[in-house]
């Protein structure tokens, strides 16, 4: 869908790049002309990692097929690291099938192959990076040896995906309470939790500042046509939530279904899940954030969306 679009814009940042503008909030060929403040809402860091590429000799094409590559295999990474810290020593087969299973994820394809929806696809591969860095910060003495980490992925996914900036905090909050409340409740962890939220805040202020100060001039048009018109047509219903074949049919109807081997390997470890014992109030976590996401998918939170 707007894989042409991302190459028009990289090389109007190309172009912009080698004139001396390193960061142009606006783009005057866009729009017929007009002019385009593109850098004033859009998350930039994918399109920076693209023109990595390109000024390293790739075309436009070559450097978001390679941004794909590193993506869905980055995504793999990041997931596997953060498995390895959820389930410990000895967990190594069910952190690969973690990776496997977040790689194959048809939504995380669908954003690459037929959205070309490169930010939000980037900002899945840094959501397993976020929570890998924040849970030695509850593990380890002293905890403040976490910080840079958490810091920089924080502050990647903060300029990667404008709604993730929406969509995100209240989980990674959650996550964050349940952390600090098994792990003893030290007053000194959330304080490193807020000072790595605060420097990643600034690093990343000259992105987040103006989306949020010049909110007043974007157009209500696209909004209200998503209103009217998008959510209904993505919400989940019984009889549109769930992909019935074994092999999952990728296309551009809305809303985007489940897949079958992906509902039946979730249900069946959820009810593993129920049957262990160790460290169940982390998984439980994570088995409730799959059903409260599937909720909000569904036409009873629509009223939500829509306002």
């Known amino acids: 869908s707007d894989t042409a679009l991302h190459m028009l814009r990289l090389e109007l940042l190309d172009r912009s790049i080698r004139s001396g503008v390193e960061y142009p909030r606006w783009f005057p060929e866009m729009t017929l002309g007009y002019g385009y403040p593109f850098f004033a809402f859009y998350a930039p860091a994918t399109y920076y990692a693209a023109e990595l ?5 790739l075309s436009i094409y070559g450097s978001f097929l390679v941004l794909t590559l590193l993506i869905l295999v980055g995504s793999g990474l990041t997931m596997h690291l953060f498995a390895r810290r959820l389930f410990g020593a000895g967990g190594e087969w069910a952190a690969l099938t973690a990776a496997v299973a977040w790689m194959a994820t048809p939504y995380l394809l669908t954003n690459l192959y037929l959205r070309g929806a490169f930010g939000e696809a980037a900002a899945q591969m840094l959501l397993p990076l976020v929570l890998w860095s924040l849970h030695p910060l509850f593990r380890e003495r002293p905890a403040a040896r976490a910080l840079p980490w958490l810091v920089i992925s924080l502050t990647l996914l903060l300029v990667t ?10 989980l990674l909050a959650a996550y964050t309470l ?18 790595a939220v605060v420097l990643a805040l600034a690093l990343s202020a000259f992105f987040w500042l103006p989306v949020f100060t010049d909110r007043q001039y974007i157009t209500q048009a696209g909004l209200e046509l998503a209103r009217i018109l ?23 109807e809305r809303p985007v279904r489940l897949g079958l081997v992906q509902a039946i390997v979730g249900l069946a470890g959820l009810v593993i899940l129920l049957r262990l014992r160790q460290r169940r109030g982390e998984w439980l976590f994570w ?8 909720a909000l998918m569904t036409g009873w939170a629509l009223p939500l969306w829509q306002s």
């Open 230 to 252: 998008r959510l209904p047509s993505s919400i989940w219903t019984s009889s549109n939530f769930l992909d019935g074949g074994l092999r999952f049919t990728y296309n551009f």
């Open 161 to 170: 995906h404008t709604i993730s900036l929406l969509l995100l905090p209240p």
């Open 53 to 57: 590429f390109h000024l390293a000799g």
């Open 178 to 195: 349940l952390l600090w409340w098994s792990s003893g409740r030290s007053t000194a962890q959330l304080l490193w939790c807020a000072v």
């Open 287 to 294: 088995a409730s954030v799959a059903l409260v996401a599937a």
